[in-house]
């Protein structure tokens, strides 16, 4: 038997060992160390990390995708859990993730892999250097959401655990964000339109008026995400409507569920969007800034009004105004990036058009940040303190790829192909600045452009 490849890393982590390893245990951390440029999917998890413990996982392996079962093993706790490859690509595959106190606050975490690839000494000479630097990408993404999430845990460890509902549990949003609450010792609600398939999932049917009501009692806070795609469809007049309905409609319903509990939860965070502030050229734009003209300005306006029932009872109110989401899971960046990829990117119209990006990972960091931070209420920006115009964009975005951004879109063109969603989505310019996150204490974990893409892209 050939000698196995070893590949380790490590990185000190601002907790304890104990309480790393608590966060290692909790449901959700799977889903937040898979990286974002993988196409990975869970199809079962049973027994958690203890031995014995098994994951069923579907992931690429070049065009194809394979099954890969892994099975836990050797835990002790505090100290170490191992995951073996039971199926799968590798012809061995065996990961210690190991934890060694540094100090009563810090620790050490190892992630220590002994692996073969397949094919013998064929798959070693060919394919052992791409592995090598697949895992050393992968970890590197790993570490650093480990290191930031159980940096916010330590920054709010005087918080008591709560009960959060969130509405759109499986959008672009809400699917990030119910990990990063799991795993910080939260429990977890869903209010969804299809049929429950868990335990804490309730059901309601704003367009019908229905919510169950009584099952809303006793929780501490909750996430309002759910709303049309705006970028989904062509703009046309029933289109229009369907976005702007399924924001005021069912946030309305909502609220005046909220408000009428007997025990009411004391936040509600609902998202809203920087086109609140419509197309407002270099000026630069805080909480404190009036609203804008347009379409999307004036749905945002009605959807934030939607939540006064909900702050006249007394619940604390926050209205998220969302940025351009940076993650290749799905929204504007993982549209841009087959063009970009065969070389077809380029500035769209003039490029001097602020576009306030925030990075997926600080959309749900600024959410958990609202909901236990009792000062935030009204609007907050959530946003990067560093916008960037549509040509810095696609430069930085160019470089980071290694690809030319030689091919620009003419508004004109932009708006022959989308007609009013290019003015409002493309082409406006809205520069944006993230005040009451700043103020209240939030540390970004992804502030500058170039970082952030390296970071949601593996690059």
Known sequence: MSKALVFERRVLLPVSAKVAFDWH???????RLAPPWEAMEIISQT??????????LRMPVGPLKQIWIAEHSGYRYA??????????????????????PQDRETCWMTDHIEYEPPLGIVGRWFGGPIIRKKLDRVFRYRHHITNADLTAIRATREKHNMKVLITGASGLVGKELGPLLTTSGHEVFRLVRSNPSDANDIPWDPAKGVVHKARLEGLDGVVHLAGENIAGARWNNAVKQRIRDSRTVGTRLLCETLASLERKPKVLVCASAIGFYGDRGNEILTEQSSAGEGFLADVCKEWEAACEPARAAGIRVVNLRIGVILTPKGGALSKMLFPFRMGGGGVIGSGRQYWSWVAIDDVIG????????????????????????????TKTLGAVLHRPTIFPLPGFVAKLALGEMADDLLLASTRVLPNQLQATGYQFRCPTLESTLRHVLGA
């Open 25 to 31: 245990e909790r449901t959700g951390a799977f889903q």
């Open 47 to 56: 027994g958690g990390i203890k031995d014995g413990g098994r994951a069923e």
């Open 79 to 100: 100290e170490q859990f191992r995951d073996t490859q039971v199926k799968g690509p590798f012809a061995r595959f065996e990961h210690t993730h190991k934890f060694t």
């Open 366 to 393: 600024a959410i958990q940040h609202c909901l236990t931070q009792n000062e935030i209420t009204g609007p907050v920006n959530c946003t990067s303190p560093n916008p960037a115009t549509n040509y810095e964009f």
